[in-house]
């Protein structure tokens, strides 16, 4: 089973910042099969980005995604007050499996 | 537009089963995979199984193995996820979640449903 490790377990950011969220796979993902989902509270998680850097619909051009093999990040570039929430990876490469999630709290 | 819609929260008792439902509207049911995903309160997402509504065949992940069924009702768009053996580790919100068509990310999710199991 492919493991991911998520950090930092909580980033404390003002709106505004730029975010960066790392996502570490315990061994390479293929095809870049990474994906990222925000969840806030009370909520499902949506999709932000799959295939490692593309947007799922309707998601905002400030979310960005990049990396492969076995690291990769999640970039907000500005963050905005509705972006706080909790953010996980997950590969679906070789079954399906998340990461523990990283918080974003505003500072 | 798409929609999944979970059934509503059950308690049941320590080695209870309990049987959720996902009613899936906005697209061809058939034409793609629906997984089921755990969450613990405060706890992070743990990926169940799937199952192929056309064919009907699943994929469950091992920890859940014997404990865990996955079936479907084409005639009412309709997926479903039993589990069994209950036990207070299973106090979580279950959700399905469609499965893209041109990757395996999970691109729609129902609503969730909490299940408390209490003595």
């Known amino acids: 089973e492919i493991v991911l490790t998520q950090s930092p377990g909580t980033l404390s950011l003002s709106p505004g910042e730029r975010a960066t969220l790392s996502c570490r796979a315990s061994?390479?993902?293929?095809?870049?099969?990474l994906a990222w989902y925000q969840q806030k509270p009370g909520q499902a998680p949506r999709l932000l980005i799959y295939?490692?850097?593309s947007r799922a619909t309707g998601i905002p051009d400030r979310f960005s995604g990049s990396g492969s093999g076995t690291d990769f990040t999640l970039t907000i570039s500005r963050l905005e007050p509705e972006d706080f929430a909790v953010y996980y990876c997950?590969?679906?490469?070789?079954?399906?499996?998340f990461g523990q999630g990283t918080k974003m709290e505003i500072k | 537009q798409v929609q999944l819609v979970q059934s509503g929260a059950e308690v049941k008792k320590p080695g209870a089963s309990v049987k959720v439902s996902c009613k899936a509207s906005?697209?061809?049911?058939?034409?793609?995979?629906l997984h089921w995903v755990r969450q613990a309160p405060g706890q992070g997402l743990e990926w169940m199984g799937r199952?192929?509504?056309?064919?009907?065949?699943?994929e469950y992940a091992q920890k859940f193995q014997g404990r865990v069924t996955m079936t479907r009702d084409t005639s009412i768009s309709t997926a479903y996820m039993e589990l069994t053996r209950l036990t207070s580790d299973d106090i979580v919100v279950f959700y399905c979640?469609?499965?893209?068509?041109?990757?395996?990310?999970?691109?729609?999710w129902g609503q969730g449903t909490l299940v408390t199991v209490s003595s």
């Open positions: 979640a469609r499965e893209s068509w041109d990757d395996r990310s999970f691109d729609s």
């Open positions: 906005g697209y061809t049911f058939t034409g793609y995979h």
């Open positions: 199952i192929n509504p056309n064919s009907g065949g699943t």
């Open positions: 061994q390479s993902v293929s095809s870049s099969d």
């Open positions: 295939g490692a850097s």
């Open positions: 997950q590969q679906y490469g070789s079954s399906w499996t």
